[in-house]
RNA sequence: GCCGAAGUGGCGGAAUGGCAGACGCAGCAGACUCAAAAUCUGCCGUGAGCAAUCACGUACGGGUUCAAGUCCCGUCUUCGGCACCA
């Protein structure tokens, strides 16, 4: 036997893989088929970091286990290559974004094949090549054609850092998500995709997809939707109305006063008496972050003098107030305020001497509001009747008297879709003085992405390529006049949004995949990623899925059948790591010093899959030992006699792979109904098989080839080479050993007997045995009598419990 | 504040309501060695005991059950997400 040089073996695998193309996924087969998919990744200049060892493990595990298992699975790889660390990496040096990419998906390519994942190259994207972004562009044109996509001036977040404008998805916490510096809001030229009239078919399909109630919420939450009614106000001596948004219509006799959000036109009224003062306010408002808005609970405002609103039901007179606790991006910017029923008024109501009516009966108002349930009290019509009653009641009366009406509100915000950098998708939008916005024709893609040394974003926020005047001008596609160009580019998200669709049909250059593999394919079957993408890639993800369906260009309405979310991997002491705060591991150290066989066990040992686990090395050795015993196994092949302890160990241990790797299962859709990925319990069983064999000191050949395909998803090196050696070809030939359910019980066991719940001896016993044998045997053991046990609960095979 | 997840040896972590601590690390003792590394053998939750054994033990307080880490009620702690959403 050689020594376990494993440097040299996994030289030999690595580079046999890609070549052979071992992993290619076929279009098409007899074979049912199998999606796995880990999320993409912008390949930025450091290389891979343990945080996709702890994602692509797995899934490697899982489509390697699939394979074996008889599934034509397709496991793809691919680059989110457009976005801002590569950009401000060339800012920065000078160097062209294109060159920088090039460099940098070189060295993670040959990182991950170094770490053995088993993708199908020949199906590899990069959201910045020509021929996938022309898709991307086709996307955004059939969105514009629908009416999806529109231009308007909006208030938006803004990253001054960044330089560019940014959705709420990128800025949640009132950050931006790649500087974490802080975002201002921004008057600007927006262009924003329809996504909240698509909110509905989002919430179906956080329904659909089989995943983590949690992730589940986490969604729902950020699409927000709520029921209520718009309800118009009418102001005292004026043609206007002012409309406010509200899920408690019911309350609207508790009204004692409005408020309206800094920005509301109201405020630009002409009856508007004091307006130095509120424009004083409005300039703080707007000087104030995000964040500090929402920091500062105290309630300030204005009264605006000589605007008075009517409430339509009594006819009382209400005073209107500005303040910053209502934002004008929720609902319609203005709220009737209920101070007896909603603790944010009630603060507000107290801090400007504002009666307090209390018409929901139930709790005490004197020193806070009460937002508990009971019936109405002082509402007219309403009284006596309970909340949900009286919701209905009122709606309808407003109906009648046309000044309101039922409505759903969402959270989830259209997403402002442009942004003023240079490394993205040009949009295929020309502006004409004749005929305003013209979309390019789909026979003119790809728009392509002209070269430039100036990419460096603009003080005044105008973007890179306005700078590029060759470029800009055209002509309009529909009358030929001088036109410009958007000079604008998509976002980070715009590739990532449809890219698992690419990778069924990666180079067809008529279609941005044919209809006969999406039909093929279908649906990813098992999508893993970051958990802090559930509410960002994923939701636009469902939206552009969801688009493309309704316009019969994809067979399947939700994208992914199944959302597994992997735990981060800290430091030692449970930080985030980082390259600044010094305490990052380079996974690419540990594969030379340890293999990357040992690495992939050992990072699915340390911890589940879904937690964050701390980062250590302690512990590695157990790996090692145990991959030195599995080399020494061909030395110990012997004969073909069979043991009936050897194959309780191995069949044991394949029903174990089988139930805790991967749950192909077609009517497990819930989360709740799953029982795998716990990849660090398999290793342990692998571990216990091998002391077993290691104590008897022989296996035979057989044995032997189900444990190297057992193994071989998880150390796909070293199983590869010991097969060759001892069988000779290539295991990736191999099926998965099938497990016999009577060979994982044995015909004797060893059964606690208690007394009362507690253990007082230990019976053997034929794992079978009758009540009546199992009674005589335990109280034999004991030492009692059998007529001093008044009761007796036995589990076959499991315990035997005694009332005495 | 709201929502969610989790609390088990010195450590990472196992346990369809059925012998808590599988498997691994570390530690201790021993074998091999001039020595070290590697490897092998044994011990390894806490307390008492020479020992067999006994008592206690899964954050804390109750409860259900023949039997609870697991189920129910309450409390505490930690972590994560959202946060003036009308």
């Known amino acids: 036997m050689q020594e376990y040089d494993f440097k040299k073996i996994e030289e030999k695998w690595a580079k046999y893989w890609v070549e052979k193309k071992s992993y290619k996924a076929e279009d098409f087969s007899e074979k049912p088929k199998f999606y796995v998919l880990s999320e993409f990744f912008g390949p930025n200049g450091k290389g891979i970091h343990l945080g996709h060892v702890k994602c692509f493990t797995p899934t490697d595990i899982i489509a390697r286990y699939m394979r074996f298992k008889g599934y034509n699975v397709l496991y793809p790889a691919g680059w989110d290559a457009f976005g801002l660390p590569t950009e401000n990496y060339a800012i920065k040096t000078g160097e062209q974004p294109i060159a920088v990419t090039e460099r940098n998906v070189q060295k993670f390519k040959s990182q991950l094949t170094r770490m053995g ?481 040992t690495f992939r066990l050992h990072m699915m040992f340390i911890g589940e899959y879904e937690k964050n686990n701390n980062w250590t090395l302690k512990g590695i050795t157990g790996i090692k030992r145990f991959l030195n015993g599995v080399w020494s196994l061909q030395d110990m092949v012997k004969g073909d006699e069979v043991s009936k302890e050897h194959e309780f160990i191995l069949h044991n241990l394949i029903k174990r792979c089988d139930t805790t790797i991967y749950d192909a299962n077609p009517e497990h859709t819930s989360y709740e109904q799953h029982n795998d990925f716990k990849f660090n319990t398999v290793i342990a069983n692998m571990m216990t098989f091998m002391n077993k064999i290691r104590e008897d000191g022989w296996i035979t050949k057989e044995e032997l080839r189900s444990f190297l395909v057992l193994l071989n998803p998880f150390a796909p090196f070293i199983t590869a080479e010991l097969y060759e050696i001892v069988f000779g070809g290539d295991i990736v030939n191999e099926k998965f050993p099938e497990f016999d359910e009577s060979k994982t019980v044995t015909s004797t066991v060893e059964i606690p007997v208690q007394v009362k719940g507690k253990r007082k001896a230990v019976i053997n016993i034929s794992a079978v045995a009758e009540e009546s044998e199992a009674l005589a045997e335990a109280v034999k053991a004991i030492g009692i009598s059998a007529d001093d046990v008044k009761k007796v609960i036995y589990k076959q095979g499991k315990i035997i419990n005694l009332i005495v």
């Open 117 to 597: 994942y088993s993708f199908d190259w020949d199906r590899e994207i990069g959201t910045s090549d020509e021929d996938y972004y022309k898709w991307t562009q086709w996307i955004f044109l059939q969105l514009y054609n629908n009416g999806l996509a529109y231009k308007a001036s909006g208030e938006v977040n803004f990253c001054p850092q960044c330089k560019t404008v940014l959705s709420n998805e990128d800025s949640q916490g009132g950050l931006c998500d790649r500087c974490h510096g802080e975002v201002v809001r921004r008057q600007r030229d927006v262009w924003y995709l329809k996504m909240q009239s698509y909110s509905d078919k989002m919430l179906e399909d956080v329904e659909n997809i089989d995943m983590k109630e949690s992730l589940k919420d986490s969604q729902r939450n950020w699409i927000g939707r709520s029921v209520g009614a718009e309800i118009v106000f009418p102001i005292k001596d004026s043609e206007e109305g002012l409309k406010v948004f509200t899920t408690r219509p019911d309350t609207i006799y508790g009204v004692t006063f409005m408020v309206i959000a800094p920005e509301h036109p109201l405020t630009k009224s002409d009856k508007l008496k004091n307006i130095d003062e509120v424009n004083a306010y409005k300039a703080e408002a707007s000087k104030k972050s995000s964040i500090e808005r929402s920091a500062n609970k105290d309630k300030t405002g204005v009264r605006l003098d000589g605007i008075t609103a009517l409430n339509p039901i009594t006819n009382k007179e209400i005073p209107v107030y500005i303040s910053d606790y209502v934002m004008m991006d929720y609902g319609t910017g203005a709220i009737m305020a209920v101070p007896a029923h909603d603790d944010r008024d009630y603060e507000f109501a107290k801090k400007f001497g504002i009666p307090i009516v209390q018409v929901i009966e139930g709790g005490d108002i004197s020193e806070s509001a009460y937002t508990g349930d009971g019936v109405h009290i002082n509402s007219g019509n309403l009284n006596n009747l309970g909340v949900k009653e009286a919701i209905s009641l009122m709606i309808e009366t407003l109906e009648k008297m046309g000044c309101g009406h039922e409505m759903v509100n969402y959270k989830m915000q259209d997403w402002p879709f442009n942004r003023q950098r240079y490394w993205g998708e040009p949009f295929p939008i020309v502006f004409c003085d004749e005929c305003g916005i013209v979309p390019l024709d789909e026979k003119d893609l790809p728009l392509v992405l002209p070269k430039t040394d100036d990419f460096i974003p603009n003080e005044t926020g105008a973007s890179p390529l306005s700078k590029l005047s060759d470029w800009v001008n055209c002509k309009c596609p529909k009358c030929g006049k001088p036109a410009v160009r958007e000079t604008d580019t998509m976002p980070n998200w715009a590739g990532s949004s449809w890219y698992w669709l690419r990778y069924l049909d990666p180079k067809n250059d008529k279609e941005f995949v044919s209809q006969d593999k999406l039909n093929y394919w279908g649906q990813v079957d098992l999508y893993t990623g970051g958990v802090e993408h559930v509410t960002r890639h994923m939701l636009y993800a469902s939206f552009w899925n969801n688009f493309l369906y309704d316009i019969g260009k994809v067979p399947n309405k939700t994208a992914f059948k199944r959302r597994m979310c992997n735990g981060l991997v800290l430091d030692s002491e449970g930080k985030k790591m980082s390259k600044s705060s010094g305490n990052a591991i380079d996974p690419i150290d540990v594969v030379s010093e340890y293999g990357a066989d």
